[in-house]
């Protein structure tokens, strides 16, 4: 039994992605490629999760608040909260998400839920409101097992979403839970991003249960025999970044260090940036700063006009007789208006304003980074990586965003470099005693600017409070390694087992 966010295309069930938008027919022509697999397969497609209306947020013009099943004053992580908030609540076995940022992965672990976001192109991302150069689709479920399982299905080539020919030989010739049977990680290798848990940069005392909890984590990983690999001490990544960044990134590279590469008011170069360039590549010694992965995440690299061609395009394909484009979607809709999570009607009218589309940066920046983190884990031999899936706990609703702060994104996750094409997978890894919530204060330092930038936000974090809330930890691997993340994520949870129910929403009884 399966739910799917209210973002995917089902023939028989209203899609609007969380809106309240007058289609002249609410139900699209016919299932996203992956709900049609799943049918197939014998699923049972039981209805929509509600969503942040148009995939951000938390709230919907049409399905109203999503709240964290845990503690119903919190939010549930992300567009996908409803279908993380489904599996938690045992609504259905498998709820299905979509990710362009942490919209996978922060709703399964505020869920105390297994969450995996695959390789870019092993999913089909037909059907999907809103296409991206970084969207993905993936299983919210209780276990590692099942969310395996739904891969095994809907994993592989689709001529619909071109993306995926890159699957194709790259695909287990077993299904993915059969690599969910290991219990032991002896010869597996397992590098740390210290570059998510330095405790010199995340300090303040909102970010110590988490972090406590994931040193936990990798103390059980050297239990069942796994070699942890820590890296250097400016972190796993840095001397990668410094060795190959300046070749790799070019001139987003020179944008990250203007003292050096200098330029006039508009915005042409001053002096040859070309040489500083291969000076810094011949010796990275030359490199100034501490750049780490932390920064690239803060840098800019999203294409121009995406948005507005992938809502268009999608529109296309559906054929609604009364709305065709994004114009038309933004005249023929009702929205949710609240300040804490943002104008969505002026959000549209942003994304509807390119008159050109251009992803060059985006796709140099995703090759790039790919190459800089293969290269590091090819040197040190790694098998995977391990770091928080969130430094920060579930928010109260209505508090505003978490701000954009030394490469942590919105809800507190690292997100960076997933989005660039590289699978995780989230798993329960314990639950916080206590929480520091965190409140505006115009008095406070700065906290870091909100989620898109627009504004310094100033908060202040609040005295200690007793509090269960869920913690997950995060193993990222190569493109196309889920039979190793699998085995790695299976073996932990069965050590640890730390999923329980929701203490208000557990098991229903049985009548006799």
């Known amino acids: 039994v399966i739910v799917v966010k209210d973002q995917y295309d089902t023939f028989d069930q209203r899609t609007t992605s969380g809106a309240d938008a007058h289609y002249a027919n609410d139900r699209p022509p016919d299932d996203a490629t992956f709900v049609a697999r799943l049918r197939a397969a014998g699923a049972i497609i039981l209805g929509k999760t509600n969503m942040g209306e148009y995939a951000a947020g938390i709230r919907s013009a049409f399905g109203g608040t999503t709240v964290n ?6 939010v549930p992580g992300g567009s996908s909260g409803g279908s993380g908030v489904a599996t938690a609540m045992s609504f259905a076995t498998v709820s299905i998400g979509e990710e362009s940022g942490p919209s996978i992965r922060a709703p399964a672990t505020y869920a105390s839920a297994v969450g995996l976001s695959p390789t870019q192109e092993l999913v089909s991302r037909d059907g999907l409101m809103n296409i991206g150069l970084h969207t993905r689709t993936g299983p919210i479920a209780r276990t590692v097992e099942d969310a395996a399982r739904v891969l095994t299905v809907i994993a592989g080539y689709d001529p619909k979403d071109e993306m995926t020919a890159f699957a194709v030989g790259r ?25 998510f848990m330095d405790r010199r940069v995340f300090a303040d005392p909102v970010f110590q249960p988490n972090l406590d909890c994931i040193e936990q984590a990798i103390d059980d990983l050297r239990q069942l025999g796994a070699t942890i690999v820590e890296g250097e001490p400016d972190g796993l990544f840095t001397s990668y970044i410094r060795r190959f960044g300046p070749m790799l990134l070019n001139r987003e590279w020179t944008k990250l260090h203007p003292a050096e590469f200098p330029v006039d008011a508009s915005g042409q170069p001053m002096g040859d940036h070309l040489a500083t360039l291969v000076e810094m590549t011949f010796d990275p010694s030359k490199v100034p700063g501490e750049l780490t992965l932390r920064d690239l995440g803060e840098a800019s690299g999203n294409a121009v006009g995406e948005n507005r061609f992938g809502f268009n395009l999608y529109l296309r394909q559906r054929g609604d007789a009364r709305i065709k484009s994004l114009d038309d979607l933004i005249d023929a809709a009702i929205f949710f208006v609240d300040d804490s999570e943002g104008d969505k009607r002026g959000t549209l009218r942003n994304h509807n304003k390119p008159q050109t589309y251009e992803t060059a940066l985006r796709l140099q920046r995703r090759f790039a980074v790919q190459q800089i983190i293969l290269a590091a884990m090819a040197e040190l031999k790694l098998d995977a990586v391990v770091y928080p899936t969130s430094n920060l706990p579930p928010r109260k609703i209505g508090m505003p965003r978490d701000p954009t702060f030394n490469g942590i994104g919105n809800y507190g996750m690292w997100t960076f470099v997933g989005a660039q094409g590289f699978p995780a997978i989230t798993v329960p890894a314990g639950y916080s005693q206590v929480v520091y919530d965190r409140v505006p204060d115009q008095s406070a330092p700065s906290a870091g600017t909100s989620t898109g930038g627009e504004r310094e936000l100033r908060l202040r974090t609040l005295a200690p409070v007793a509090a269960r809330l869920p913690i997950g930890v995060d193993f990222l691997g190569r493109p196309f390694s889920e039979p190793t993340l699998l085995r790695i994520a299976a073996a932990y949870e069965q050590a640890t087992r730390h999923r329980v129910p929701p203490p208000d929403f557990g098991p229903v009884a049985r009548r006799e």
């Open 69 to 74: 099943a845990y503690d119903t004053t919190r």
């Open 171 to 195: 695909t287990p010739a077993e299904p993915y839970e059969s690599f969910t049977r290991a219990r032991r990680l002896d010869g597996v290798r397992i590098g740390v991003v210290r570059e």
